[in-house]
């Protein structure tokens, strides 16, 4: 079956623009969450979602961050007025329900820089 | 807060031979989750191995194996009979309760394996 898709693969804006990020997770997985990956930083959790729960944001690094889940399914992570920082793969991971589901499932993450 | 230390940035090893990647963490939780990823340079992170910390017995998928040390805090990854496609980036990564945290993750090891 399908994975979990990102898009786009890669964005390019300038440093002040606001960036949407997307994610479709596996379908009937539940979980979703997101990470930031940078040179500088290592892989960060950034935020999680769980059904139609209200998510937890305890990893957003700022308040220009924040990400909706519309309907328990697709996922989108938006950046506003960008700075170089923000530069960094973001990846996003979905997981299924149920006792004993522990594996996150990865797409292949958005590339994004900020000029 | 949980850390996990990775502390070979880099290690090379011909073909078929077994190399040992090390991984420690830090938590005062008693039961979590454990897991070793695979990166390779398409991106795509591959749950590799895990091992729930309630386990005594040491998880082993194939040719990976884990030495999972409870009161060391230890979590290293044993890749036996090596092969070109294990050149990635490996990641140890922690996770406190089982789908209600996100993945807190060590920096990396990249392992290269020369044919």
């Known amino acids: 079956g399908a994975g979990v898709s990102q898009s786009p693969s890669n964005k390019v804006t300038e440093k002040g623009k606001d960036v949407e990020l997307r994610c479709d997770p596996i379908s009937g997985h539940t979980a979703l969450y997101w990470y930031r990956q940078s040179l500088g930083q290592g892989l960060e959790f950034l935020i999680y979602f769980q059904g139609n729960s209200a998510p937890d944001k305890s990893g957003l690094p700022s308040d220009r961050f924040s990400a909706e889940r519309t309907g328990g399914s697709v996922s989108t992570l938006t950046i506003q007025r960008t700075q170089q920082e923000d530069s960094a793969v973001y990846l996003c991971a979905s997981r299924s329900p149920g006792q004993g589901s522990y594996e996150q499932y990865f797409g292949p993450g958005t590339r994004l820089t900020v000029t | 807060a949980q850390t996990v230390t990775q502390s070979q940035p880099e290690m090379s090893v011909q073909e078929a031979e077994t190399v040992t990647l090390s991984c420690t963490y830090d938590t005062s939780e008693s039961n979590y989750y454990l897991f070793w990823y695979k990166q390779p340079p398409s991106r795509q992170m591959i749950l590799v191995i895990r091992q729930e910390a309630y386990k005594q017995q040491n998880a082993t998928e194939n040719r990976f194996s884990v030495n999972f040390q409870k009161a060391a805090k230890s979590f290293s990854l044993k890749i036996s009979d090596s092969q070109l496609g294990d050149t990635a980036m490996y990641f140890c990564?922690?996770?406190?309760?089982?789908?209600?945290?996100?993945?807190?993750f060590g920096k990396g090891t990249h392992l290269i394996i020369q044919p």
């Open positions: 990564a922690f996770m406190k309760r089982l789908g209600a945290d996100g993945l807190t």
